[in-house]
């Protein structure tokens, strides 16, 4: 059965417990489905993304001249794929065009992701981890708001990533050089600000009618929280 625009899933409204930045009292609620768009543009978004950075470690794949390397990032884009596919079929089971959903964000997404290109591929493959790690946490936030298709959702973003094995070529890249150490922590704090605007623009677009960052705050705050636990077991400082 097609689901038109409007025939948004009925759903129990979750309300998140997020803390405010220097909050260590009471948390900050904020209700995930007053801020989440339309199920069309969340779907859209999340497929194309998940593209994204299959298309961006197929790029690193060829540039990369070590063959445990390459079959470790493959791993990473084949996982990237995966999640893709995954959404896409959720999306063509409500009787939408995947193609079509997409559409609308490949140039605003493809702008973001040239902008997390690096100068080396290391650059670009904490790029990768870091845009990736953060964009996920979010929309798994988001899909609490669309019931049973927001449940499938959060299921696919779930599944095994491979980015271990990311994970596993920056800390090697690090330890053997703390020139590299400095400089890729320099790189991911320039990634952040461009991945936060990425989660803005995927929020309900009448939010941003009037001034409302204070409500949206502890959502970045949540983000930037998981941020920095991934930078720590990393071996960086976020």
């Known amino acids: 059965m097609v689901k038109w625009f409007w025939q948004r899933d009925e759903a129990p409204r979750r309300t998140l417990s997020l803390r405010s930045r220097g909050d260590q009292g009471d948390a900050t609620r904020v209700d995930f489905a007053d801020l989440a768009p339309e199920l069309p543009r969340f779907l859209g978004q999340a497929a194309y993304l998940q593209l994204g950075y299959f298309e961006t470690l197929t790029r690193l794949i060829r540039a990369t001249p070590e063959l445990s390397e390459k079959e470790a990032l493959s791993r990473a884009a084949g996982a990237a794929l995966?999640?893709?596919?995954?959404?896409?079929?959720?999306?063509?089971?409500?009787?939408?065009?995947?193609?079509?959903?997409?559409?609308?964000?490949?140039?605003?997404?493809?702008?973001?992701?040239?902008?997390?290109?690096?100068?080396?591929?290391?650059?670009?493959?904490?790029?990768?981890?870091?845009?990736?790690?953060?964009?996920?946490?979010?929309?798994?936030?988001?899909?609490?708001?669309?019931?049973?298709?927001?449940?499938?959702?959060?299921?696919?973003?779930?599944?095994?990533?491979?980015?271990?094995?990311?994970?596993?070529?920056?800390q090697e890249t690090i330890e053997s050089d703390e020139e590299w150490r400095s400089l890729l922590s320099m790189w991911a704090r320039r990634l952040v600000g461009d991945t936060i605007l990425v989660c803005r623009s995927a929020l309900k677009p009448e939010v941003f009618v009037a001034p409302d960052d204070e409500r949206i705050e502890p959502v970045y705050t949540e983000l930037m929280g998981a941020h920095a636990r991934r930078m720590d077991a990393m071996g960086l400082a976020s």
């Open 82 to 170: 995966t999640k893709h596919r995954g959404i896409v079929e959720v999306i063509a089971e409500r009787g939408d065009d995947p193609t079509q959903l997409m559409l609308p964000f490949r140039e605003n997404l493809d702008a973001f992701r040239r902008k997390t290109i690096g100068a080396r591929p290391r650059e670009t493959l904490l790029a990768v981890y870091i845009t990736a790690g953060m964009l996920d946490d979010f929309y798994l936030a988001l899909a609490s708001s669309y019931g049973e298709t927001g449940r499938r959702i959060a299921e696919i973003l779930r599944e095994d990533d491979a980015r271990h094995e990311i994970v596993s070529i920056i």
